[in-house]
């Protein structure tokens, strides 16, 4: 998979060097590339935003710079979706992650200040499809932690990226119910015990404990998935 990523804090990004995602760029399964949107500017400041038109606070995002960026990356791109993460977009979900790891090639736009003239969106849109994604409602400083968040949950379910595919079946979110929970050595730990039935070695009754478990923390902690 293909990930472009603009911003005006590529240094960002380069967390993305280390880890499961470091080796899978090292071994050529995600090709990421950040960009620096100033490089798509032409003034001595290399100035991104400006006022917004009917006034209000803060700063506004200009679209020069972000065309000239968006043609640059859908010069030699491959069908590609543009996320422009911004709390006011549709929630990302880990069925989101799903949808977007069948992709090709996903595109990263990070808005800072108020966000980004709307125009941009709409011309993207003739260049591939767009979306605006939110992780949550709060408000972060710009779109790079949302990014790196997103990249990271479609990154893990490109195939190969994470080594034991078995591990992405049974964990928060994939079934709707939030993970059982875990333990390991040693039985017995500063007076807390590990639960008898996870020692019994009776297969049957682990699943039925794991899921009862699974069904108790999402009605105490996240009842609203259950409802859905
Ligand atoms: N940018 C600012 N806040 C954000 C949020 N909650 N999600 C995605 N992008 C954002």
């Given at each position: 998979m293909r990930i472009d990523v603009v911003s005006?804090?590529?240094?960002?990004?380069?967390?993305?060097?280390?880890s499961l995602l470091g080796r899978a760029r090292g071994n050529g399964l995600l090709d990421i590339r950040v960009h620096d949107l100033r490089d798509h500017t032409h003034d001595r400041h290399r100035t991104v935003d400006d006022t917004p038109y009917g006034g209000g606070a803060g700063m506004v995002m200009k679209p020069e710079p972000w065309g000239e960026a968006i043609d640059a990356i859908a010069a030699d791109a491959d069908d590609p979706v543009f996320i422009f993460p911004s709390p006011a977009g549709e929630v990302f979900t880990q069925a989101t992650a799903r949808e977007l790891a069948q992709e090709r090639h996903l595109v990263f736009g990070c808005g800072r200040y108020e966000g980004i003239d709307e125009r941009v969106f709409s011309y993207a849109a003739t260049r591939g499809r767009v979306r605006l994604m939110s992780l949550g409602d709060y408000v972060l400083n710009g779109g790079e932690v949302a990014a790196?968040?997103?990249?990271?949950?479609?990154?893990?379910?490109?195939?190969?990226?994470?080594?034991?595919?078995?591990?992405?079946?049974?964990e928060s979110h994939e079934a709707g119910l939030l993970e059982y929970p875990s333990y390991t050595k040693p039985a017995s730990w500063r007076g807390y015990d590990v639960p008898d039935v996870l020692l019994s070695g009776h297969h049957g009754r682990v699943s039925q404990w794991r899921h009862d478990q699974q069904v108790e923390r999402t009605r105490e902690r996240r009842p609203d998935l259950l409802a859905d």
């Open positions: 005006i804090f590529p240094s960002f990004f380069d967390v993305l060097e280390v790196m968040a997103m990249i990271e949950a479609v990154g893990r379910l490109v195939p190969g990226v994470v080594g034991n595919p078995e591990s992405l079946v049974e």
